[in-house]
């Protein structure tokens, strides 16, 4: 059974920075993909990020390209999300996602990720 466990997350005053981490206790090359979810209170969980495990390749959404950074550490087995500049709107449950089937059909795509963490907490304050 694989398992997925998030950490890092916590309160920051708007322009700070946290970093999460998602420790799978898988090897990641057994993934396809891998990333970070969110959900404020009230509202769908959105997609922020993922990275392609063998190629490395990532994309992110719009809300936080150019802000938030997703990397991967096959040693640790460990996923990272950097984010930088935060903003109150970035205040939500953080969730990592794990998806070991051949293809994606969508771009952050919940039904994509079949593993899920049980979340993180960022609350962000102005």
């Known amino acids: 059974q694989v398992q997925l466990v998030e950490s890092g997350g916590g309160s920051v005053q708007a322009g700070g920075s946290l970093r999460l981490s998602c420790a799978a206790s898988s090897y990641l090359s057994s993934f396809t993909s891998m990333a970070w979810f969110r959900q404020a209170p009230g509202l769908e969980r959105d997609g922020v990020a993922r990275?392609?495990?063998?190629?490395?390749?990532?994309d992110y959404a719009a809300s936080v390209k150019g802000r938030f950074t997703i990397s991967q550490d096959n040693a640790k087995k460990t996923v990272y999300l950097q984010m930088d500049s935060l903003k109150p709107e970035d205040t939500a449950a953080y969730y990592c996602?794990?998806?070991?089937?051949?293809?994606?059909?969508?771009?952050?795509?919940?039904?994509?990720?079949?593993?899920w963490g049980q979340g993180t907490q960022v609350t962000v304050t102005s």
């Open positions: 996602a794990a998806s070991d089937r051949r293809y994606l059909y969508g771009f952050l795509t919940e039904s994509d990720y079949n593993y």
């Open positions: 990275i392609n495990i063998r190629t490395g390749t990532t």
